[in-house]
């Protein structure tokens, strides 16, 4: 009798996990709110998705494979043409009244043969860091995200030992090159992503499932971040007159705000998710403390010194949630999925502007006294008829987080023009400005118009001003 009704209970609790609406985004006011004084207004490019000419890198292969495995068929090849355009786009970022911009480095440009650097390319990227400083930028720069040189993948990609020291050579190298003219260093973007979808799922390059090793690539990344911290710091330290200046240097992460469907083995499967996403390799890098793993898989659990204060600053990117319920029959058990009874952006996103608030307060929680900046935030819409006001929510969020004493010193949409959207290609629109296919000139939206007012009034319009913008 009792054995029935337990299993009747956890029955009906499958079933309402299952039929489970998690609640919509809360309403927020959203007009006329005032920002700090000198908050960091921000757009910006990355080196694959924007700079075009980028074909020496185990993506540019992957792109050519047959059948593509690009939706669409879609190639970067010119991607947006940033390497060409760059002092357009910084003058037009400029003229928007934008105050920070992010670039990031290509590595397989610079270093086009195993320790060989192009010095051509490395002048013009300086040229771009002194354009940005030129102009008044505060300068955010990146020195990797996702793709690896073809010398890099026949060496063995970050399982080896040998690219962990050409890493540490490009990191130097990059650090005594570009030390005048950058604010923030981030070492990579989105590690964790490259980690477990590149090496447990399979779904970007280098394309491998084998979860013991994602969790071993995973380590390696940790170190690699803290290797070049230590790095930065020793070699892009500067004497400026009587001063010192110390470089900042953090991490650009990739955030989910991670809700569980039901109840149970829901909640344990979303607390596993959302430890080894959102959480592990920060706390490696903040605290020292590494654990890497998903139970009941393969697990890296060790204290490292080398990792621990190795964090200066985090850029947060965020642009929706996901809701997570237990599936044997999903790849480690766990299915993630959009609430699709909600808006979504054109990639099915949901759009849900309270979880850039959720997320911010665990991170400050979390890391109490590390400086945050929203790195990235935006949403692909070609009609660009969800942009504006998704804008208005989440930055409305961002107000409160800065009334509640949060560390938030910046904010950055993503990104000034279209770009490559890695394996979704080009049909992804994010850009305040369109990007012709075929000319690359930039045509600006009316949330360009409405970001510009922003960042010159360091103020959300009032719901007057925001109507005569769209309308």
């Keep these: 009798m009792v054995t029935g009704i337990v299993i009747v209970f956890f029955i009906l609790i499958v079933i309402y996990g299952n039929v489970r609406t998690p609640g919509k985004s809360g309403e927020i006011y959203s007009y006329g709110l005032k920002f700090p004084e000198g908050f960091l207004w921000a757009t910006g490019e990355d080196a694959y998705q924007h700079e075009g000419g980028n074909l020496n890198n185990d993506w540019a292969d992957w792109e050519a494979g047959v059948p593509s495995p690009i939706e669409n068929g879609d190639k970067c090849l010119m991607a947006a043409d940033f390497w060409n355009r760059y002092e357009e786009d910084f003058t037009r970022a400029r003229a928007d009244g934008q105050n920070a911009h992010r670039i990031g480095i290509e590595w397989s440009r610079v270093e086009p043969v195993m320790g060989e650097f192009d010095d051509d390319a490395m002048a013009h990227y300086e040229k771009m860091l002194a354009s940005m400083k030129d102009k008044g930028f505060t300068v955010f720069l990146n020195l990797w995200h996702f793709t690896l040189p073809r010398w890099a993948v026949e060496a063995g990609g970050w399982e080896s030992d040998i690219v962990m020291v050409r890493w540490e050579e490009f990191v130097e190298e990059c650090a005594i090159r570009f030390a005048w003219y950058v604010d923030y260093w981030s070492t990579m973007i989105d590690a964790q992503i490259y980690a477990l979808n590149g090496f447990a799922m399979g779904e970007i390059p280098p394309n491998k499932k084998d979860q013991k090793l994602s969790i071993k690539i995973y380590h390696n990344l940790i170190r690699a971040h803290a290797r070049a911290y230590k790095i930065i710091k020793e070699n892009a330290t500067v004497r400026d007159g009587n001063k010192v200046r110390v470089p900042k240097v953090g991490m650009i992460y990739f955030f989910f705000d991670y809700q569980a469907q039901g109840f149970f083995l829901d909640r344990f499967a979303t607390h596993q998710l959302d430890k080894i996403f959102n959480w592990s390799f920060l706390d490696a890098i903040h605290t020292g403390n590494i654990d890497v793993g998903v139970f009941p898989g393969p697990r890296i659990k060790r204290f490292s010194e080398d990792s621990r204060d190795t964090l200066d600053w985090i850029g947060i990117n965020y642009y929706t949630r996901q809701v997570v319920s237990f599936n044997p029959f999903k790849p480690g058990m766990l299915e993630m999925k959009n609430c699709d009874k909600y808006p979504a952006t054109d990639m099915d996103w949901e759009i849900y502007p309270k979880g850039i608030y959720r997320i911010c307060r665990k991170v400050e929680k979390r890391y109490p006294g590390v400086p945050l900046v929203i790195a990235e935030n935006g949403l692909a819409d070609a009609k660009d008829d969800r942009r504006p006001k998704f804008i208005l929510d989440h930055l409305a969020w961002v107000h409160r987080l800065i009334e509640k004493g949060c560390p938030i010193f910046g904010f950055t949409y993503w990104s000034l023009t279209d770009n490559w959207e890695w394996a979704k290609g080009f049909a992804p629109k994010f850009g305040l400005y369109r990007v012709d296919r075929n000319t690359f000139d930039r045509t600006p939206t009316k ?24 309308k």
């Design 447 to 470: 949330s360009a118009s409405l970001y510009r007012f922003i960042v010159q009034n360091n103020r959300l319009p009032e719901e007057s001003e925001f109507k005569e913008i769209i």
